[in-house]
Every structure is written in C-alpha cells, then in structure tokens.
C-alpha cells in the first residue's frame, strides 16, 4: 500500500511537526506551503526522499497543479493534512476587508480545495484520510479574532458535512482543534480532537500531533 502524505503548511508550527511525525511512520511526504525555501528547508530536515512544493490554497490552479506534481513524483496521495493558515488579530470594526477575505480564502476555500482536489484519487481508490487543522477559537470564539474564528469555524461544518459526502467510499475525514500553545518549538499541544466519521461521535482529548496520525487509522 503507497503511504503518500501531503502537508499543506508543513513548513512551520503544527504541520512540520506532523511531517516529523509522519515521516517516522515510514510516509512519503509532500511539505507545501508558499515560501519554497522554507518548504525545501522542512522537507530536508526529514531526510529521506520527501519533496517540497509551493502553493498558494487560495488559487485553484496552484493547487491543482501541485496535486499533479505530487502524482507524477510521489504517486497518488491517501493522506492529507490542511494545516496551512493565517490569522490577523483585530476587533471587527477595524478590520479591513482585504484581511477578511485573505483569512477567508486560505484557511477556509484553500481547505476546500484542497479537498477537492485530493478527493478526485481518494474516490477512485476507494480509501483515504483527511485531517484538517482547525482551532479551539472556532469552536468557542475570541474576541479580537472574529474573522479568524469563523474561518476555523466553517471548517468544522465543511469537515461534518464532507465526512458524510464520502464515508461510503471508504473515506474518513477529521478536524482537529488546537488550543494555544509555543508550535513554533515543536512542544505537546492539548487540544480537542473531533472525529467526523458519521459512525463516530466521542470528542476526545489527545496530544495533536499523535492525535492526527490516531484519527488518520480509527
């Protein structure tokens, strides 16, 4: 069986470290994310024969044309991590709208296609997983990240539903919900780890990290 992950936003924080992971359970990986030099960085801190791309999710066409990139020089992915995201800290009122929008199409639509994009190999292999790294403000809320938390919040409801587009092909898709914590040094983070399968509803505790690969096989 290919064990070919893609993270998108595996340069830094949550996602390099779930490519540290991954790549200790013999995956093959694909670390994107927009800067190639720090993806180039990432994917060789790992060793091995891991590749690096760059993407902006935001844009249809660069996402497509990664997922072809991937196909063509890793072979067809069965895993995919979103973990790519922005955030821009402001009360509503002062926000401008190009920032809303920028939160909006990476952290939310970038998902989206993403998504799609993966789902084409996934349906026809008849297997797959996705996890998508959301935040414990979408679930909660905060003040100051409105737009942030909505973003993080919709994906939760994209996750829910999407799980129950594509249980019957033997798909799973996931979300996890980070709290805050340093990612940056690659520390434990508690977070709230919802499984979206239909067949499952326990919300569990876990470590996020390792809770990404745990959800990935149940």
Do not use: W
């Not at 490519?19 to 994310?33: D, E, F, V």
């Not at 895993?79 to 939310?108: C, P, W, Y």
Request: net charge positive; aromatic share 4%; proline share 2%.
């Amino acid at each position: 069986m290919d064990k070919v992950c893609a993270i998108f936003g595996g340069s830094r924080g949550i996602g390099r470290a779930v490519a540290q992971l991954m790549a200790q359970k013999g995956y093959r990986l694909a670390i994107i994310a927009r800067n190639l030099e720090l993806a180039k960085a990432a994917a060789g801190d790992l060793g091995g024969d891991h590749l690096a791309f760059s993407c902006d999710v935001a844009k249809e066409c660069d996402v497509q044309n990664t997922f072809e990139k991937m196909e063509k020089n890793l072979g067809r992915v069965n895993f995919l991590v979103n973990a790519a995201g922005i955030n821009r800290d402001s009360l509503l009122v002062r926000t401008k709208t190009e920032d809303m929008i920028s939160q909006l199409h990476t952290n939310l639509l970038g998902s989206m296609l993403t998504c799609k994009a993966a789902l084409k190999t996934m349906i026809q292999q008849q297997r797959g997983s996705i996890v998508n790294v959301g935040s414990i403000t979408g679930l909660k809320g905060n003040s100051g990240q409105s737009v942030y938390s909505a973003s993080k919040g919709g994906l939760v409801g994209f996750s829910r539903a999407l799980a129950k587009e594509v249980a019957r092909k033997k798909i799973r898709v996931n979300v996890v919900a980070p709290g805050l914590s340093s990612v940056q040094h690659c520390n434990p983070i508690t977070c709230i780890s919802v499984p979206m399968r239909p067949s499952v509803t326990l919300v569990e505790r876990m470590h996020v990290y390792t809770g990404i690969t745990h959800v990935k096989n149940t």
